[in-house]
């Protein structure tokens, strides 16, 4: 058994509604999930079969953001969930390069903890079905599953009910992640609970978005509304700066990823991207890190 390695790409939210609020305390929702070229690299190596009683199940785990290396990272919760489903004890190590940042919207703790499953089922050939890894996916988080396929997809229900898009065109994206004066304590489950009866929609743009995606159009600005832009812009007022940074650098238009705080918005090639970036890096009064990334395309699984 050798390493493997594997990317974990970031996410964009291209628009979010949310529908309803359910029994078990979660939310409906439809969002276009869009894989995007922001990437954690994530090795995982084999220690060799236990040779004492305390080697069973080690999970030797560092990262390169040292406030992310806890045993409470999705990706450390990942390996004890396949370790007991599957039984294997093997000990193991782990180390994930991080370039999406943290709590940033842009799903990077559950791209790392699909990749993750995926990385294990590999190196450990558990030959895993797709449903057994959308169920373990699932429990460590709604968006857990998209990153098992990436590429594009529309997702309902709780965010684990996808449908595959074929997205037709290229899209550069300029995704401005800022940093907060102070972080929002429990970030997405705050804004679920902050959500009034006036920011739920039906979620129509959504699937017509979705179909323009299809067909090859470009993005339509007026059909990307994300459920938590009210409630986040009340929590951080200085955030709709962005507003004015995106548009005077002459973005197109400027969007919401998930629950925030990043921003993005896309263009059909990388030049104009570069040029967007650095105006809103000038722009911008707070302090934000730009990316420039592109469409990630979808795994692409036969079986
Ligand atoms: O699924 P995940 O663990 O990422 O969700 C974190 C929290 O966000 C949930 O406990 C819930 O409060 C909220 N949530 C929700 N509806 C969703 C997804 C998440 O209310 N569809």
Redesign the pocket.
Known sequence: MTSVTLSAPAKLNLGLAVTGKRPD?????ITIFQAVSIEDRLTLTPMGPPTHSEDRNATRFSCSDPTLSGTDNLVVRAVDLVRSHTGRADPIAISLDKAIPAASGLGGASSDAAATIMGLDRMWELELSEDVKHGLAMRL???VPFFLRGGSAVAMG??ERLRQLRKRTVSWYVVAFPRLTSPIPRK??SL?AALTPEDLRDGANILAQAALIESGDDLEPRLLGNAFQRPLYELRPELAAFQDAFREAGAPFVALSGAGPSHYTAVSDQARAERIGSAVRRLYSGDATVFICADDTAVDRDD
């Not at 305390?25 to 929702?29: E, Q």
Request: negative net charge.
């Open positions: 305390g979660y939310h409906d929702l988080g709604s968006d709780r965010g997405t489950p679920f």
